[in-house]
Nanobody, 121 residues
Framework: QVQLVESGGGLVQPGGSLRLSCAAS????????MGWYRQAPGKQREWVAT???????TYEDSVKGRFTVSRDNAKNTLFLQMNSLKPEDTAVYYC???????????????WGQGTQVTVSS
């Protein structure tokens, strides 16, 4: 199991930047996929970005070139650097870890509680 706590959200003007962090309760070095999702008011939660244990990254089309996902395994932390923010990026942002449960031989998803990002002038 792993507990995840996001931070770094807030109010920012269009064109501004924020850096989200997701602190894990244990080592993330053995966790393969970690990612960010977001949920805007009245909408379903959507995938934003993923990073593998090896550092391979993938992004949802609308954030490509603006957002960067990274991980610091030594600090057990996942990051999301968000630049050139737009009003449509407003949402609650969640981090997720896909953890292999050895005893059960299955993957299980663990989520943080979310952090609010509001882009508005």
């Amino acid at each position: 199991q792993v507990q995840l706590v996001e931070s770094g959200g807030g109010l920012v003007q269009p064109g501004g930047s924020l850096r989200l962090s997701c602190a894990a309760s244990r080592s993330i070095g053995s966790i393969n996929d970690m990612g960010w999702y977001r949920q805007a008011p009245g909408k379903q939660r959507e995938w934003v970005a993923t990073i593998t244990r090896g550092g391979r990254t993938t992004y949802e089309d609308s954030v490509k070139g603006r957002f960067t996902v990274s991980r610091d395994n030594a600090k057990n932390t996942l990051f999301l650097q968000m630049n050139s923010l737009k009003p449509e990026d407003t949402a609650v942002y969640y981090c997720k870890a896909k953890v292999w449960l050895v005893a059960a031989s299955v993957y299980s998803d663990y989520w943080g509680q979310g952090t609010q990002v509001t882009v508005s002038s």
